[in-house]
């Protein structure tokens, strides 16, 4: 990279907003200061004010070692997680389309050169087979995954099966929101995505570290970093205004990736006035793939601390894990920041309609939770969490800055938690064990009384009576 390319957020070009000279600099800054208290104090104060701080503000609190001034950022980031998220946690699941893929990622057990794993695409008819047992486990949002192979998983398939998703109606069942995770595209490619109605489009980055990046990506189209860092650009120009990104931790320099993610979220708002979702994926073990190899692991702590300090830099993002993680670790992480987590999933291709073979080694990473939906829910409910199934700001057309004003204007109490209550109630009729269902009724019989306003309350108590009486799809 050239050393003189300047650092700007709002320029459309990778190496200015993702700028490399910039994040060394943040670096620099932030273990200069790790220890000067007077200027760590002011930063946690003006997160205080829950309106965000910068990559170079958030770097110096997660430079910082004081264990007291480290527990009042984790007190912090509880308490923004409360009044942006309340105790809602929204339940999703993701589905494996296609595992053929023309890169070389080496910490992926889908890089080209894997031979050891059966090459899958489901048909049609096998993704409506899947659909329909996510259906029946409850599921209403889904995240599509697939790997890039411009033969074999052109956009039209990809199209094709997102239309086939939408359309199917099973019992009570129904997808009512699909999220998009393919690689990077043409701007042409992500307007059809639009058009094709998908909820969020996620693509990873995987590692801003340039070097590291071509390094880890040695083959096919994935390489190209520019062309990767500026996809979410491209999506967004293209009318996507809902997108999720993420970096998988243990590649490079935690502190690196951690400033990095900072900087495209800033650079998102600035370009185009939204900010994105974020996901925060470690590097795990799968066929072919040993995390040890990358020696930038993180341990429990580390990570914690990172979601916290998301959640206290960019107060309103989504912030997603997945069963890559434990239930120990996904029980610490829940209050700390993360608002939408992955319930019963399967990560391997066709892996819902016909049980998962025990070695897993078609999966695209050992799944460390591997409990049932019914049992992760049941389990967020005990830790006092309100499993949601809620997708109606998708389905009224609030996205990306219409879904932040909602957000901001404080209506989440009269929108949000009762959409909650509703879409679990469903969840309890439809699909759960006796003992989910009992604990879940009791919740929400408890919960409607948080409900800020009388008139909200009183449909939602509407609502809830016809759900039980065999109605559905009711929201706020
Ligand atoms: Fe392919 Fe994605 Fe795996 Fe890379 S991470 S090998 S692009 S499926
Ligand atoms: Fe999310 Fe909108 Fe539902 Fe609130 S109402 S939980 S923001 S989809």
């Keep these: 990279m050239n050393s003189s390319t300047k650092y700007d957020p709002k320029s459309s070009k990778a190496e200015e907003f993702i700028n490399h000279q910039e994040i060394l600099e ?28 910068s990559h170079r503000e958030a770097s110096v609190l997660l430079a910082c070692q004081d264990e007291e001034r480290n527990e009042q950022i984790f007190k912090l ?31 992926c057990p889908y ?17 409506r087979r899947e659909v329909t047992a996510l259906q029946d486990m409850g599921h209403k949002r889904l995240a599509l995954e697939t790997g890039e192979d411009p033969a074999n998983n052109p ?63 040695p083959t096919g189209p994935k390489h ?63 066929d072919d793939i040993d995390p040890d190899e990358f020696d930038n692991g993180i341990d429990d702590d580390t990570f914690a601390k990172i979601v916290a300090l998301i959640r206290v830099a960019v107060p309103y993002t989504g912030m997603i894990i997945s069963t890559r993680e434990s239930a120990k670790c996904r029980e610490r992480l829940l209050n700390l920041g993360i608002s ?19 070695d897993e080694s078609s999966a695209q990473f050992d ?17 006092g969490y309100i499993p949601s199934f809620c997708t109606a700001c998708y389905r009224e057309g609030r996205t990306g800055d219409r879904f932040m004003s909602l957000l901001k204007s404080g209506q989440i109490g009269n929108c949000c938690h009762p959409n909650a209550l509703m879409t679990l109630k ?41 759900i039980a009486e065999g109605r559905r799809d009711f929201r706020f």
């Design 26 to 53: 943040t670096l620099d800054y932030a273990e200069k200061n790790r220890e000067n208290f007077e200027l760590i104090d002011a930063i946690i104060e003006k997160a205080r004010k829950k309106k965000g701080i």
């Design 77 to 107: 980031a509880r308490e923004i997680k409360r009044e942006f998220y309340g105790s809602r946690i929204v339940m999703f699941a993701p589905l494996y389309l296609s595992n053929y893929c023309v890169n070389g990622c080496l910490y």
């Design 111 to 127: 890089h080209l050169k894997n031979k050891h794993i059966p090459r899958k695409k489901l048909t049609q008819e096998e993704i």
């Design 155 to 217: 956009i039209e398939y990809v199209l094709e099966s997102i239309k086939t998703i939408y359309s199917i109606k099973h019992k009570n069942g129904a997808i009512r929101r699909v999220n998009v995770n393919i690689a990077a595209t043409t701007e042409e490619n992500y307007r059809k995505l639009k058009e094709a109605g998908i909820g969020t489009y996620i693509l990873f980055q995987e590692t801003y570290h340039r070097e590291s990046y071509e390094r880890l990506h």
């Design 224 to 286: 190209n970093y520019c062309y990767h860092t500026e996809a979410m650009d491209r999506a967004m120009t293209a009318g996507i205004d809902d997108v999720g990104i993420g970096v998988l931790f243990g590649l490079e320099l935690y502190k690196y990736e951690f400033a990095g993610l900072l900087m495209h979220a800033e650079h998102l708002e600035a370009r185009f006035g939204v900010g994105p979702h974020t996901s925060v994926p470690r590097v795990k073990k799968a």
């Design 340 to 358: 939408q987590i992955s319930g019963g999933s399967r990560t391997s291709v066709g892996g819902y309609a016909e049980e998962e073979p025990e």
């Design 367 to 383: 799944v460390s939770d591997s409990r049932t939906l019914d049992q992760v829910v049941r389990w967020l409910m005990e830790l």
């Design 426 to 466: 469903e969840y309890l009729e439809d699909y759960a064990s006796e003992e989910t269902r009992k604990l879940g009724d009791q919740l929400i019989e408890k919960e409607i009384l948080n409900v800020p306003s009388e008139r909200v309350r009183e449909i939602l108590r509407k609502n809830l009576k016809a």
